[in-house]
């Protein structure tokens, strides 16, 4: 378990423009040591504001996208190319512009695929699609993701992973299907908080005053299934990237100075 380090950001585009920048940096590092480059994305406002500014970042072209695997950390469980999937807000915000190897593009599927209304074989797919691409160095039947980012809602949810809900206090599958989430949709699929701690860093992003409350309860001490994202922390390193608004309830001597 890492100790959460904070970086606080002046408002919510300055937020994804370094966020983008600091990303990239962590993309390039991991394929010039080990040749690839593994990252779960989020969906949301900052999960979407973060791939259109990497999108437009200056560096942008210093990735080999060819050798970059993506992967998600929850989906809405729609037909494919409905507007409310993450996979396809991530496509129109970025995806669609990169030149990605689609066989490394791992999204989770959806309402009218081979699993049907099925969310649960539909969740045990993607477990057993992580576990194939897990190497033998790798822990807990997922690789070892360099990046994997989550939003923080505003009741503290990451992924679909919701307060007091089942999902939460999954401690052996990687992969759940989600029913009677109280953000709709109501069935979804989630990472599970195991699968979460496998990676090398996780990132938190929480922008706007709607989120200050959830950040100030996360980082607080709270427990997981009360405040999942207080059980969102990675191998290596926990990051909670924040605006002003989102750190406005923490206290001043748990965070650094706006960064820019």
Not at 95 to 107: E, I, K
Not at 180 to 202: D, F, M, N, Q, Y
Request: hydrophobic fraction near 45%; glycine fraction near 8%.
């Amino acid at each position: 378990m890492s100790t959460p380090q904070l970086v606080v950001h002046r408002d919510k585009e300055l937020m994804a423009e370094a966020a983008a920048a600091r990303l990239i940096t962590r993309i390039v590092d991991a394929q010039a040591a080990r040749g690839s480059a593994s990252i779960v994305l989020t969906g949301g406002r900052n999960g979407n504001g973060l791939l259109a500014a990497l999108g437009s970042a200056p560096a942008r072209d210093a990735v080999d996208w060819s050798r970059l695997d993506l992967w998600w950390g929850d989906e809405r469980y729609l037909p494919e190319g409905d507007p409310e999937r993450n996979v396809t807000q991530a496509r129109a915000a970025l995806l669609d512009r990169v030149p990605l190897d689609p066989a490394r593009v791992h999204a989770m599927p959806a309402s009218d695929g081979p699993y049907g209304s099925d969310v649960d074989a539909a969740a045990a797919a993607y477990a057993e699609e992580l576990a194939a691409a897990a190497g033998p160095g790798d822990h807990g039947g997922v690789p070892t993701f360099d990046v994997l980012m989550l939003g923080v809602g505003p009741d503290t949810h990451v992924a679909s992973l919701f307060p007091e809900l089942p999902a939460v206090r999954e401690t052996e599958r990687t992969v759940v299907g989600v029913h009677g989430a109280p953000k709709p949709p109501p069935v979804r699929i989630s990472l599970t908080l195991p699968a979460i701690r496998a990676a090398h860093e996780v990132w938190l992003l929480a922008a706007g005053e709607d989120k200050a409350k959830a950040a100030a309860i996360a980082l607080s001490g709270a427990g997981e299934v009360q405040a999942p994202a207080a059980g969102a922390y990675g191998r290596s390193r926990t990051l909670w990237l924040l605006d002003a608004a989102a750190a406005s309830e923490l206290p001043r001597s748990l965070y650094p100075p706006a960064s820019a």
